[in-house]
């Protein structure tokens, strides 16, 4: 049987590492923290979550609800450990990000089937007929191994630009300004809401429109032309180009590189730039958030999330952001509540990158050109914490299978994870961007049903159901394939 080699410990290489494992292969895992570290890595744990620590909606029939409910069923380790670990959230399923690290670490030593090289990979051997590598090096994979990826495809890489949120010592925020809710009361109060008024509001956004913002630095340098190519084409099957490596120079001038966002994880200051009210209705929105002394929603809102199980700390929800560390701890403390705070942690930037997944893998996640090579969570397209597991839990199924001289089948369109592995393997070239599950990507009803059924809610649990059914039967044969 073929050895596989997953390359990266973040989310998607441990739970492939674990589900090809489980499957009774052989497994090396590779992660070069903590000798060569990133731009945004803290520590040198498997599945450090370097952003948020919410894996999104718990509410039943969401999309986010439905990929998980999928990764449940076919056991995920490291969704497992997510919900042991879980802290209050209200309807999301929020983690103590630490002990969640700390379990996937223990999850992993003690699997007799997996060996860990903590060493940085520099070459891929997709002509080793005695391996499969699972590629899943995330969003800040290494200069060496992005070239190596590079002479592979064929091409450079694309790139966009992601934030981090800040952390707020519990103990420092003045509860008296503040109170506990959750958005339109759907799970328990477990978010800290910071009401502004107008006039606060208009201070705030004033404040963050002219705060000083951090310079593009040499590792996000665009090496090709004028500015950065932010989207692939057909021809060009990832475009952009290289993380460079060496001191962080800043760079300045008509010449330096303009970031391209995802729009999903905006920074606060470039929403602020589209309009003076869009936060309020972003990531400030008051809607359901009814503050006990007034009886009313607030003109505007933040909201802070439970950042460990000792509840010690919360982090800002969507407050995402590049500005310097001084114009956010000026700016920050504008938020009632949060004047005397103390930030363990400010927002920062920094770069990801992936593959122009629709011209370079199947629906099995392996390279068209190298069936022996796969692609793995952010850097293939997938955006977002539970996404990058299951794109991970997918990649170790389908190594295993092969690992046997099984050609697997790909999830089923119908349920969630096959709409996500599908659209970033069918999705327009020229404007392929990373995605997060959403219902936009989930095959629709049927239009005679649809005209039928006008309540979204209603169409929504269908389209749940059907995900499910075909992913239970999908499970089902995918097992019998292996055992056959």
Known sequence: MKTIHVIGGGLAGPEAALQAAAAGCKVVLYEMRPHRSTEAHLTSDFAE?????????????????????????AGSFLLREADATAVPAGHALA???VEFSRRVAEAIAAHPNIEVRREEVTKLEENDPDRITILASGPLTSAALTAELTRLTGASQLAFYDSISPIVDASTIDRDKVYMAARWDKGTADYINCPMTK???????DALIEA??????????????????????????????????????LDSGPSAPKPSYFE???PIEILAGRGRDTLRFGPMKPAGLTDPKTGRWPYACVQLRQENLRADSYNIVGFQNSL???AQDKVLRLIPGLEKATFTRYGQIHRNTYIHAPSLLTETLQ??????VMIAGQLSGVEGYTESIASGMLAGRYAAALARGVQPAPAPRLSANGALS???THAEGKTFQPANITFDLLVPLEEELRKKIRDKKVRHRIQCERALEAWDVWLERSAAALTA
């Open 199 to 205: 006039d606060e509001y208009n201070a705030f956004i």
């Open 422 to 424: 599908h659209y970033i």
């Open 324 to 326: 310097k560390y001084g």
């Open 212 to 249: 000083e913002r951090v310079p593009h630095k040499s590792w996000e340098r665009v090496e090709e032309g004028p500015g950065p190519r932010t989207q692939g084409s057909d021809s060009d099957p990832v475009a952009g180009n290289r993380a460079q490596s060496g001191p962080l120079a």
């Open 367 to 372: 390279l068209r050109e190298h069936p022996g």
């Open 264 to 266: 999903g994880c905006l």
């Open 49 to 73: 979550l370097v952003c948020s620590n919410s894996l999104k909606s718990e509410s039943e029939n969401t999309a986010p609800w439905l990929l998980k409910q999928e990764m449940r069923r």
């Open 95 to 97: 983690v103590d990000r």
